[in-house]
């Protein structure tokens, strides 16, 4: 799974245009946010970012 550093993030928003399973939403206005239930770990966001603000977490297996 993904999370989104909100220390790093600059809020350009292209992490959630290249997400293609609508999984990062703009919820409160002034964070991204990734939800893990649509989360499929396909790394789009994770190459998009310009800020190295996406980390991997892992799956744990």
């Known amino acids: ?3 989104i550093d909100p220390n790093e993030c ?3 928003g292209a992490c959630q245009s290249s ?8 919820p409160d ?5 990734a939800i ?5 770990d396909c790394g789009a966001c994770e ?3 310009g800020f190295n ?7 744990g297996n």
Request: glycine share 6%; with cysteine; net charge negative.
């Open 1 to 3: 799974m993904h999370k």
């Open 10 to 12: 600059q809020f350009c």
């Open 19 to 26: 997400c293609p399973s609508e999984a990062i939403i703009h």
């Open 29 to 33: 206005g002034t964070n991204y946010y």
């Open 36 to 40: 893990n239930e649509n989360c499929t």
């Open 47 to 49: 190459a998009e970012c």
């Open 53 to 59: 603000a996406i980390i991997s977490e892992g799956t």
